[in-house]
């Protein structure tokens, strides 16, 4: 088979792996990529020093795919993470990377979220598990050979894990592999409890150290977004209401994205245009060609069609989709900010992408601002701005050559000369609102994450008293609440899934901040309780008592 050379493709990647990479727009390895995937393709063991957001989540994962046999139905590569989000961040990955290796299936492990949905992964075959050490020891509890067929073992943020009191979790499941495993240590730093496990565990590892460089984006103001998902179009609408802005891009994740978001923006008279890889080369020449020569104001792209963008104009960059990793933030962003000119970028976190962006600040060593939407009078003000601005260099030119009109026109419609020009601004301004009492009618703000959050907090402290309970059921208390990173949704996905209790059967959840109120039913309660006796929630068992108000 013939190969490209130079980039991923001189590391011996699969070529599936290797297009699924290159259609997300990864182009070369970093470093902890470049001396790792040939390290782990060989099979050796490894310990891999380097922070989080170098890449070292592709370092292992291109690797371990390329070596994955998807004819066999059984796990054969185990990730171990920390913490749940990462978990989750380091599956989506995998699954990302895979989408063009038919026939194979990653399933997240982690505690809160109901055990029945990672057991019928892992009896439909996954071959890839990414896990957290406590929520897999249960699992090893019900099933002793579920690692019996893993061949690759990768332990990320090592040092978080053992900081996080995992060490007698990972003996467990260092027991239940094969001895003959290929093993992979991933962590920011070298502690002595890293370096026993190494010794204990890995077999002549061969070691890769990337040193942290810092990222600077010079004269790029950063700024972030906290929304949610559903809001995040009403959100850009209103915050172009506001950005002083010349040329745009904007980067979302996928092809339709890049359809839905410019179809938006023209609906409301921005000149925009999509730019994807389905756009034809001629295509997209003649919309980069509108851009710099202003018939386009934005362009909505994908981050592989954005490839080779240098329009000067441009002026701010609005990350919508939150990038894959450090690296692709880096990139995008510098696609303003050129030609000696100050830049703007914007990012649009959901609540679960909060850890990436801690990710993108350490990366890039600069704290990225979090702002707020822009209420109605902001908008206001922005959009009467915007229309003396355009006004102004008229006044002069046209007071004597449109004068005999003005008259004219005023007799003919029988008005006063106030009444025309009210009229002609209602033409000029499209018919958008301009005044508050008409903008606040338009359309409700829709609230952003922070906002929604700080509310939620708000009424929380003014309701502490628990809440009336019906009848024929009790209400019992764990020891658990938000400050263990607990939400009423994992509470009850345990409880659901451990109990065996229909949902209508559980009442109210209050989740406090050392602890949380369930209501269960009063009926059978001695067994339930019974039942979840060994049940853990993030990690920590769930102790269900019954509650009592005295």
């Given at each position: ?148 067929t893993v061949k690759h073992l990768v332990l990320d943020e090592a040092d978080e894990m053992l900081k996080l009191g995992f060490m007698d979790d990972l003996e467990v499941i260092f027991q239940a ?374």
């Open positions: 088979m013939t190969q490209q050379t130079g980039g991923f493709a001189a590391l011996g990647i699969h070529p599936s792996v290797l297009a699924a990479i290159t259609a997300v727009g990864y182009e070369e390895p970093s470093p902890i990529q470049a001396q790792a995937i040939p390290e782990i393709l060989a099979g050796h063991d490894m310990i891999g020093q380097a922070q989080t957001g170098t890449g070292k989540t592709a370092a292992f994962a291109l690797p371990i795919l390329s070596r994955i046999d998807p004819a066999r139905r059984e796990p054969q590569a185990l990730v171990l993470t920390p913490t749940r989000e990462l978990a989750l961040q380091v599956a989506t990955a995998f699954e990302n990377y895979s989408r063009q290796l038919s026939g194979v299936g990653v399933v997240a492990v982690y505690g809160g979220a109901p055990m029945s949905l990672q057991l019928k992964s892992l009896r439909q075959g996954a071959q890839i598990i990414v896990a957290t050490p406590g929520r897999l020891v249960d699992h090893l509890s019900r099933n002793e050979k579920l690692l019996s592999m094969p001895v003959n495993r290929q093993s992979v240590l991933f962590s920011a730093t070298l502690p002595h409890s890293i370096r026993e496990i190494a010794e204990k565990h890995l077999r002549e590892p061969k070691h890769v150290k990337i040193a942290t460089k810092t990222q600077t984006v010079a004269r790029i103001e950063q700024a972030h977004l906290l929304v949610h998902a559903d809001q995040k179009v009403p959100a850009i609408l209103r915050l172009l209401e506001v950005e002083d802005f010349d040329a745009l891009i904007a980067f979302v994740r996928t092809k339709q994205a890049t359809l839905d978001l410019a179809s938006a923006l023209e609906a409301k008279g921005y000149k925009a245009a999509a730019l994807n890889g389905d756009i034809a080369q001629n295509q997209r020449e003649r919309v980069i060609d509108s851009l710099k020569d202003g018939r386009l104001d934005i362009v909505v792209a994908t981050d592989v069609a954005a490839r080779g963008i240098d329009v000067p104009r441009i002026t701010h960059v609005f990350n919508v989709d939150m990038p894959y990793d450090p690296e692709s933030y880096v990139h995008r962003i510098g696609r303003t900010g050129r030609a000696g000119r100050e830049g703007r970028a914007l990012l649009l976190v959901t609540p679960r992408e909060r850890r990436m962006l801690q990710v993108i600040e350490r990366v890039t060593g600069q704290k990225v601002a979090e702002i707020r939407l822009p209420n109605s009078q902001q908008v206001l003000d922005s959009r009467i701005r915007k229309l003396t601005a355009n006004l102004k260099p008229m006044i002069d030119t046209a007071s004597g050559s449109h004068a005999g009109l003005l008259k004219q026109l005023i007799g003919s419609l029988e008005c006063t000369p106030e009444q025309l020009a009210a009229a002609l601004l209602a033409q000029v301004t499209y018919g958008q609102s301009m005044t508050l009492a008409e903008l606040e009618k338009e359309q409700p703000l829709v609230p952003d994450a922070s906002s929604t959050r700080e509310r939620s907090r708000s009424e929380g402290r003014e309701r502490r008293a628990p809440l009336p309970i019906l009848e024929g059921r009790v209400r019992c208390r764990t020891p658990l609440g938000t400050r263990d990173g607990i939400a009423a949704r994992n509470l009850l996905g345990a409880i659901l899934n451990e109990g065996g209790l229909a949902r209508e059967s559980i009442g109210k959840i209050q989740v406090r901040d050392s602890f949380s109120l369930v209501e269960l039913p009063e009926d059978g309660l001695d067994r339930l309780l019974g039942r979840l006796k060994d049940t853990r929630v993030g990690g920590k068992q769930l102790k269900l008592r019954r509650y009592r108000e005295d």
